[in-house]
């Protein structure tokens, strides 16, 4: 194998010996430009390698952050289910007691209130409807809208951790006077959970309807 190898380059440099300068110089040249266009071909071909390596790296980040990002909102929403929850469970005090008040505070005489009856509301196309909506309607005779608008901050200052909210306001300006209001109905409502009744207290109040008409056929 030695000899062999010996041989051949033994040719060779016979080969190059022969050869004249300017063919020397040609065959140098074609020689440094294989390994010119070598060396960039590997350089290329590390430096794609690491361009993919890089935006894939960089599209992961993306998607773990957005993943983050989802899960933290996912979080949050939770969260915030479980306090409006907490806060629809509370026990609420009276809502003309609660109006009453803010308005004597305004130092505005109090007015008569109408008891609305309970509402069940839900989202719309819901069989059940999760909340109560309990309501009372009143009227302002001659405030300024400055008051309304104090009002509905002192209510909501007053009571933070009851769910709150206007659901109806007919106001118009008093022709009698100059930037006062009538106010012919403010309707103000407050939320809570409605009562999830057991299956046993469901079955136990429909034994108990049918009973009832029961009852009567057999009196006399």
Do not use: C
């Not at 430009?33 to 690491?50: D, P, R, Y």
Request: charged fraction near 30%; hydrophobic fraction near 40%; charge should be positive.
């Amino acid at each position: 194998m030695a000899g062999k190898w010996a041989s051949l380059t033994e040719g060779v440099r016979r080969r190059l010996g022969d050869l004249a300068p300017r063919e020397r110089r040609a065959l140098a040249a074609l020689a440094l430009a294989v390994v010119a266009f070598g060396v960039g071909t590997t350089v290329f071909l590390v430096q794609s390698g690491i361009s993919e390596k890089e935006s894939r790296n960089r599209a992961n980040a993306e998607v773990l952050q957005l993943v983050r990002e989802k899960g933290k909102l996912y979080r949050d929403r939770l969260a915030l289910q479980d306090e409006l929850n907490r806060r629809l469970a509370a026990t609420m005090p009276p809502l003309p007691s609660i109006v009453g008040e803010v308005l004597t505070e305004l130092g505005q005489a109090r007015q008569d209130f109408q008891e609305l009856q309970p509402e069940p509301v839900g989202l719309p196309g819901q069989k059940r409807k999760p909340w109560t909506r309990l309501s009372v309607k009143f009227q302002l005779r001659k405030v300024s809208a400055q008051f309304v608008y104090e009002f509905l901050l002192k209510l909501r200052e007053r009571y933070p951790e009851l769910p709150l909210a206007v659901t109806a306001l007919d106001m118009h300006l008093d022709q009698s006077e100059t930037a006062l209001y009538s106010v012919n109905k403010m309707v103000v409502s407050a939320y809570r959970l409605a009562e999830r009744r057991e299956e046993g207290e469901e079955a136990a109040s429909g034994v108990e309807k049918a009973a009832a008409p029961a009852a009567a056929e057999g009196a006399p």
